[in-house]
């Protein structure tokens, strides 16, 4: 069955890093774009970042563009999100999810940046 699992959330302080991966399962990791979401504390769940299957333009939030970047590897099944500068704003819980006719979600990684 298709497997999700998120790790690398944790709490650190206004303009540090952190690097969230999502490993995947079940399924042909490389036939599949794959995207980072975030949901705040009282707020709805929001898109951050997508990156397709193969080359092409990943695309990201206004709120996090020039700070996070989304990659890949497919040999490792493996989805990250590289986020730097990161601000209060950016607390969440991060979840990964497989795109397509069917989508699959992660349990989410909590993150939580203190000022």
């Known amino acids: 069955q298709v497997q999700l699992v998120e790790s690398g959330g944790g709490s650190v302080q206004s303009g540090e890093s952190l690097r969230l991966s999502c490993t995947a399962s079940?399924?042909?990791?490389?036939?599949?774009?794959m995207s980072w979401y975030r949901q705040a504390p009282g707020k709805e769940r929001e898109s951050v970042a997508f990156i397709p299957s193969f080359d092409g333009r990943t695309q990201y939030a206004d709120s996090v563009t020039g700070r996070f970047t989304i990659s890949r590897d497919n040999v490792k099944s493996t989805v990250y999100l590289q986020m730097a500068d990161l601000k209060p704003e950016d607390t969440g819980v991060y979840y990964c999810?497989?795109?397509?006719?069917?989508?699959?979600w992660g349990q989410g990684t909590q993150v939580i940046v203190s000022s």
């Open positions: 999810k497989r795109e397509g006719v069917v989508d699959y």
């Open positions: 079940g399924f042909i990791f490389s036939n599949f774009g």
